[in-house]
């Protein structure tokens, strides 16, 4: 095998145009990894080596044929499971979906295909998305491969995981509450999580959503690389009519000013020394790179985060928690009594008020990010947590809930942000999060590059 697992994205991509490898070879040399890496972290649940190398041929016979396969020709990606994949089941980490088996592809599927990636498996989540811990009683717990005495992240904690470890180039992940930017940070990767309506999302297996998910809900790429995340952000932003909230944006905007709001307390976080100083560390790569960055307090987040809560739990309670009973779970069951203890009912009118009220909040981000094009914030008030903190007590649920406040707020905005790794090879994992204006995501991609120029290398999972 030739290692190439060990290449980004975009390195991979230029081999298989330059037809210095092919597609075939790629995908065998990620199912190698993927069996050398996964039996330690349980990043990946379900993977079938045949379909792999059936779409890689497929990648070779148009190269042969002269054809154009996509940017992403050959290029091995992964799919969070709560994400249809034809003939496989969305679990979402749930033993009462484990049959239940897409008909058609969600459009990140599609789009993925379409730009030429092979699906190299489909990655874990907590039962329900709902944790920034990746545990469930279907697939099993998946494990930082950077230290297991830590969380992956979660939601896309299988997604960040695999990412880390080598198995795939590219990982999708889906984020309402920081599921994409919280495991890129706890495994140390970069994560996107797009504006709303960037990224085209639907699941024919399952019922519409609730109002809520639609305006905060969003797919997203992992990468090691930030042209990675620029490569995947263009092929998943590509159209698709089944996805109502899909906006025709341009992938580039009017050039801005080079401007950026520092927050390092947003609300009067408690953020830890180690987040302040790599903050501050970022903040001085964007001025020696000609930004000017002015330390300031942020809009409103606190609010915002409470009202997330609120939508997110409205359409569960309609139902009387069905689902979570139905599935008896301790550990989601008791995360979800904590969340509700939190969030009381929203009441006859309680949503349509939430909604009301976040067009203010809104308007206050955007009127910020007009004097700031570019903000820079913690992903979390603290490093990553040790895995399972959780539901320890009520007591740490409360620690977890207070330091993940930028990763509840921001989404009821539908802004874009990113995590941005800044920890290299450290198993100590560390990063800072970006924030823009809606459809600009290439400021974010800007600084990004900016703060982390070199792609992060693959790591060998740390086994305890």
């Known amino acids: 095998m030739g290692d190439y697992w060990r290449l980004t994205a975009s390195e991979l991509a230029a081999k298989l145009r330059g037809r210095e490898v ?134 896309s904690g299988g997604a960040a995981a695999s990412l880390a470890a080598g198995i795939g180039a590219l990982a999708h992940g889906t984020d309402i509450g920081g599921s994409v930017r919280y495991p890129a940070y706890a495994c140390g990767v970069h994560g996107l999580r797009p504006t709303l309506g960037r990224i085209a999302a639907f699941n024919a297996s399952s019922p519409e959503r609730a109002i809520g998910a639609q305006l905060m809900a969003v797919s997203g790429p992992l990468a090691r690389s930030i042209p990675d995340l620029r490569a995947a952000l263009a092929a998943l932003a590509a159209p698709d009519p089944r996805d109502p909230w899909w906006v025709p944006a341009p992938l580039e905007g009017p050039p801005l000013p080079k401007r950026a709001a520092l927050c390092v307390r947003p609300e009067g976080l408690a953020t830890h020394p180690a987040v302040e ?104 008030a603290e490093p990553p947590f040790p895995d399972a903190l ?34 290299g090879a450290s198993s100590a994992p560390m990063g800072v999060q970006l924030v823009a204006g809606r459809y600009r995501e290439d400021l974010l991609l800007e600084a990004g590059a900016v703060i982390a120029p070199e792609p992060i290398a693959p790591v060998e999972p740390v086994t305890e």
Request: proline share 7%; charged share 25%; glycine share 6%.
């Open 277 to 380: 100083k790599a903050l501050r560390a970022a903040a001085l790569a964007l001025q020696e790179a000609g930004w000017t960055v002015v330390e300031t307090p942020c809009p409103p987040l606190r609010e915002p985060a409470h009202l997330q809560a609120l939508l997110w739990l409205a359409e569960s309670r309609r139902s009387g928690n069905k689902a979570y009973q139905a599935e008896n779970e301790a550990e989601s069951l008791a995360v979800l009594a904590m969340m509700e203890a939190r969030a009381p009912e929203a009441g006859e009118h309680g949503v349509a008020d939430a909604l009301t009220r976040r067009a203010g909040f809104l308007r206050q981000w955007n009127l910020f990010l007009e004097r700031y094009p570019l903000v820079l914030l913690p992903v979390s």
């Open 390 to 423: 959780d539901i320890e007590s009520e007591a740490s649920f409360e620690r977890v809930i207070e330091a993940q406040l930028v990763q509840i707020g921001l989404p009821l905005m539908g802004l874009p942000a990113l995590t941005v790794a800044t920890s």
């Open 22 to 155: 092919s597609a075939e070879e790629v995908a065998r040399d990620a199912l190698s990894r993927l069996e050398a890496a996964n039996p330690a972290i349980n990043a990946v649940v379900d993977h079938r080596s045949e379909e792999v190398l059936a779409e890689a041929r497929e990648v070779d016979r148009r190269l042969g044929a002269g054809e154009d396969p996509g940017p992403l020709a050959g290029v091995p990606v992964t799919i969070k499971v709560n994400a249809d994949q034809v003939g496989h089941a969305t679990t979402n980490g749930l033993r009462i979906q484990r049959e239940l088996i897409a008909k058609e592809d969600n459009p990140v599927v599609s789009n993925f295909r379409r730009a030429g990636a092979v699906v190299l498996g489909r990655t874990n989540t907590p039962a329900f998305s709902l944790r920034w811990f990746t545990r469930n009683a279907l697939h099993g717990n998946t494990r930082n491969p950077r230290d297991p005495r830590l969380t992956p992240g979660g939601s």
